[in-house]
């Protein structure tokens, strides 16, 4: 304490502050439910009638008393049709399903896929965790802010662009790693990043994968292991396990 003393009294603290660079984490968005003009129970949503017959049909797959298991397929569903989960949609849900409302509060914050605002027509998520991070994740986030004009957390103008960080995507053998709804852009470039929002904003959806042109996570200078063909059964069996 008294060192940190000392160095404040030197008006040293935006050394202090550059300690750690990573990106403040606006934590309390993810748990926190406030309304608001366009978020409240009493925003208005129904499921369309396809949407509830498709919901009926996944409820269906479940024994009874276990309707629970339909919640994150409903709040999908709640989500391709408005665009995002209001408040008043995860009530509906809990209704449909019979279940306490927590629950649906409990998925909808725990799982970053749920959107609890709106994130524009193209949800643009990066990825931060430490394989993307070290091959370079901080750049293309920087790169999506500057194509989008829009910054982390927010929505473009246009609301056109929500960008936002997200945890690992399940794809680090191709960081880094960018999701646009529910495509994958792997191998990331900057150039790559400002052709794919160029292309969206054209009303074009890009080639989702890798972008290096490698096939899915094969070593970049082509198969390397697994060239033979496998062996047949028996291969090393125990001779007297032989018959
Ligand atoms: S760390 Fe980015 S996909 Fe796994």
């Known amino acids: 304490m008294l060192m940190l003393h000392k160095l404040r009294s030197l008006n040293v603290q935006c050394l202090l502050r550059n300690v750690s660079t990573s990106k403040q984490l606006r934590s309390e968005e993810l748990v926190v439910h406030r309304d608001g003009h366009e978020n409240n129970p009493k925003t208005p949503f129904e499921f369309s009638e396809a949407n509830l017959n498709r919901l009926c049909a996944i409820i269906q797959n479940y024994p009874e008393g276990a309707q629970r298991s339909a919640l994150g397929a409903a709040l999908d569903l709640v989500q391709r ?6 408040i008043s949609a995860m009530h509906k849900v809990a209704e449909i399903l019979s279940i306490p409302r ?26 931060v ?9 901080d750049v293309i986030l920087q790169a999506v802010e500057v194509a989008t004009k829009c910054k982390t ?18 794809a680090c053998a191709n960081a880094p790693v ?53 062996p047949a059964p028996g291969f090393k069996l125990q001779p007297a396990l032989v018959k």
């Open 81 to 86: 049709q408005f665009g995002w989960i209001p």
């Open 102 to 127: 927590m629950r649906v509060y409990e998925f909808a914050t725990f799982y970053s896929m749920c959107k609890r605002r709106n994130r524009g027509k193209f949800n643009v998520k990066v990825c």
């Open 129 to 137: 965790t430490t394989p993307c991070m070290i091959r370079g994740s």
């Open 153 to 170: 957390g927010g929505l473009s103008e246009d609301g056109t662009f929500g960008v936002d960080i997200v945890q690992c995507q399940g």
């Open 178 to 230: 960018m999701v646009v709804d529910d495509d994958y852009y792997e191998d990331l470039t900057l150039d790559n990043v400002y052709e794919i929002i160029n292309a969206l904003k054209a009303g074009c959806i890009p080639p989702q994968g890798p972008q290096s042109g490698r096939f899915c996570a094969e070593p970049c200078c082509g198969q390397a292991s697994l060239l033979e063909p496998p």
